[in-house]
């Protein structure tokens, strides 16, 4: 059986766990940096790259402040995000506001704090103007309809909440030249967890046409191009690393080819391809359970993370000091909801487990901790930030029931 590895040793897991109970995350700070670094370094031909990371992959002061060291902004969507980054120094035109359905308060707030606000909607224009006033700067975010992008993730661009039409492009352009705004930018994001570089290029190449079309309709250059985010990660054991470069090469000869302005700076907002190959549940084995199948029942549960039961996502399972121990048994690895989709696994085979096991769950680090709840009263757990030299950090206490009845009133 296929395994992946973790950047910490037995003794290291066990040593923290001594005075930290499972379940808790644990993020490699070494794997994050050289993520953005690799990114970075493969769009270094870009007039301007910046890589906004996407703050609800993973929602913490400590990995951002890490980010910005390498150089990365912060694509926000919600007031709290744009405070976080706030909190760490990130500011200016270093954040980009890409939200929807989008409250008078986080325009206020972005537009005080000088980011860059991307609008899901023509409407918003005056909305913004109302509210908070019209900023230097102006994008749209633009949804690609009737081509073929998307996936099960993201879904059909045709029938998603976000972004707006080719048509619904150019009378937003319009209004907003009309009213004065001097710089402009272009976004879209159709694509979630791909792990096909042709389809970024494609959807490169779509963007950069109709940005051709629009600066010259209207006679202006784009300050910028954001190409969303969406890069994949292989939870699967088996597979291979995204192509960071072929997406390079493939972006920057659709960028020569059709948009032919040097001037006009490349965005993106990669989250997931930081941070989630880099963050790791670890849980403990409380019972094994034999029905009509066998279960593994954990410390943690889906309120710790539910990608399984939500995307009926997977996550690699690997059994602290069992790695090399043949998968000879079949299991449902479960938390203790009451509710029959809280299983991280189905059918998965592992090596014998017991109760007292540990169990770590791979690629965590993105769309993990940030979708927590407190559905049966379950709590948050705990974040911990492994840094270069292998000592750990904790980066956010667990929850307790006090944080839980904090918001009762008498």
Not at 13 to 38: H, V
Not at 112 to 121: C, K, P, Q, R, S
Not at 215 to 233: A, K, M, W
């Amino acid at each position: 059986m296929s395994q992946k590895s973790v950047p910490f040793t037995a003794e290291q897991l066990k040593e923290l766990m001594r005075d930290n109970p499972t379940p808790f995350y644990i993020y490699d700070e070494q794997g994050i940096r050289d993520a953005a670094r690799r990114l970075i370094s493969a769009f270094s031909w870009a007039p301007g790259f910046k890589e906004y990371f996407a703050v609800k992959a993973l929602p913490n002061p400590h990995v951002l402040s890490v980010l910005k060291e390498e150089g990365c902004g912060a694509d926000c969507s919600s007031l709290p995000e744009l405070m976080l980054a706030e909190r760490v120094g990130i500011s200016g035109e270093n954040i980009m506001l890409s939200s929807n359905d989008t409250p008078a308060e986080e325009f206020v707030k972005a537009k005080a704090m000088g980011a860059i606000i991307n609008l899901d909607d023509v409407n918003h224009l005056e909305y913004l103007e109302k509210h908070a006033g019209l900023p230097e700067i102006i994008s749209f975010r633009y949804s690609p309809g009737q081509q073929q992008y998307g996936n099960d993730i993201i879904g059909n661009p045709k029938e998603s909440k976000f972004g707006i039409t080719r048509e619904q492009l150019l009378e937003g352009y319009k209004r907003a030249k009309e009213k004065g705004v001097k710089r402009f930018g272009l976004h879209s994001m159709p694509i979630s967890n791909e792990l096909n570089p042709k389809y970024f290029i494609e959807a490169a190449h779509e963007l950069f046409s109709h940005a051709r079309e629009i600066q010259e309709h209207f006679g202006f250059t784009f300050e910028f191009i954001n190409l969303g985010g969406g890069i994949g990660i292989h939870y699967k054991p088996d597979g291979k690393e995204f192509d960071i470069e072929a997406l390079s090469q493939g972006v920057r000869k659709m960028y020569d080819e059709v948009l032919g302005t040097p001037s006009t700076k490349i965005f993106m907002e990669c989250g997931r391809y930081i941070t989630g190959p880099h963050g790791y549940l670890v849980s403990t084995v409380r019972h094994v359970k034999e029905s009509y199948k066998q279960y593994v029942g954990l410390d943690a549960c889906m309120a710790n993370l539910m990608r399984p039961a939500m995307y009926g996502a997977y996550h690699h399972i690997t059994v602290l000091g069992k790695e090399n121990a043949p998968a000879n048994e079949v299991y449902d690895v479960v938390g203790s909801l009451c509710e029959n989709n809280d299983k991280f696994a189905i059918d998965r085979h592992l090596p014998t487990i017991e109760q007292g096991d540990i169990l770590i769950m791979h690629d965590a680090g993105a769309h993990a901790h940030t979708m927590g709840f407190n559905y049966n009263g379950k709590l948050r757990s705990a974040e911990f930030l492994m840094r270069p030299d292998k000592t750990f950090r904790m980066i956010r206490r667990a929850e307790t029931v006090d944080d839980l009845f904090a918001t009762l009133v008498d």
